[in-house]
Nanobody, 121 residues
Framework: QVQLVESGGGLVQAGGSLRLSCAASGNIVSINAMGWYRQAPGQQRELVAVVSTGGSTNYADSVKGRFTISRDNAKNTVYLQMNSLMPEDTAKYYC???????????????WGQGTLVTVSS
């Protein structure tokens, strides 16, 4: 069974840093893009950052220069280094994998359960 498991969320003061990790498991053959979305209370889920298999990245304007996304293809793992955190970064962060293929199935998108990031002022 394919799953994405996030870790690294928590409570941090404004200006601090956190590093999120997301590991995909389940006899995976390949994954196209991996990324992070977030959803604050009462808000829609929004893209934070995405990275392709080849390493191309895309960021939301609100996190450019503060967040860095990276991935380890051999480990099917994606990371999000978050620096200079602000209270408005408070949200539940969800890992995302696009076009994930196993020996048997092709999954157009797979989501993790989410990890909570809280930034205090």
């Amino acid at each position: 069974q394919v799953q994405l498991v996030e870790s690294g969320g928590g409570l941090v003061q404004a200006g601090g840093s956190l590093r999120l990790s997301c590991a995909a498991s389940g006899n995976i053959v390949s994954i196209n893009a991996m990324g992070w979305y977030r959803q604050a209370p009462g808000q829609q889920r929004e893209l934070v950052a995405v990275v392709s298999t080849g390493g191309s990245t895309n960021y939301a304007d609100s996190v450019k220069g503060r967040f860095t996304i990276s991935r380890d293809n051999a480990k099917n793992t994606v990371y999000l280094q978050m620096n200079s955190l602000m209270p408005e970064d408070t949200a539940k962060y969800y890992c995302y994998a696009a076009d994930l293929r196993t020996m048997i199935h092709r999954h157009l998108e797979v989501w993790g359960q989410g990890t909570l990031v809280t930034v205090s002022s």
